[in-house]
């Protein structure tokens, strides 16, 4: 994380964790081929939600956003390595590991 970044989110960190989220486990072959990035953010989405219980909301970083959407809208990676900080006031944040 550079330092623009870090001065950005000055709160207090609480817990991290480093997860590998599966992306392809979540039906990618019924989803038709034109909406699968967008799905691939809403699973990354729910899942940090399922694993962090977060009292405030769920952000993505824009790296991992990136990754996701690198090879277009049509073929996302099959899984994504991230970071996850979850500040005292239930703020979830996730970075690309």
């Known amino acids: ?5 870090q001065a950005d989110f000055d709160e207090e960190i609480q817990e991290e964790r480093f997860y590998t989220i599966p992306l392809a486990k979540k039906g990618f072959e019924l989803t038709p081929r034109w909406k ?3 799905k691939a953010i809403k699973v990354v989405r729910e899942f940090l939600e399922r694993h962090m219980k977060p009292e405030g909301e769920v952000y993505i970083s ?3 956003n990136e990754r996701i959407w690198e090879n277009g809208i049509k073929n996302p990676p099959r899984k994504v390595r991230v970071r996850v900080t979850k500040s005292i006031d239930g703020i979830v944040r996730a970075y690309l590991a």
């Open 1 to 5: 994380m550079s330092e623009d970044e």
């Open 36 to 38: 699968r990035s967008k």
């Open 62 to 64: 824009q790296d991992v």
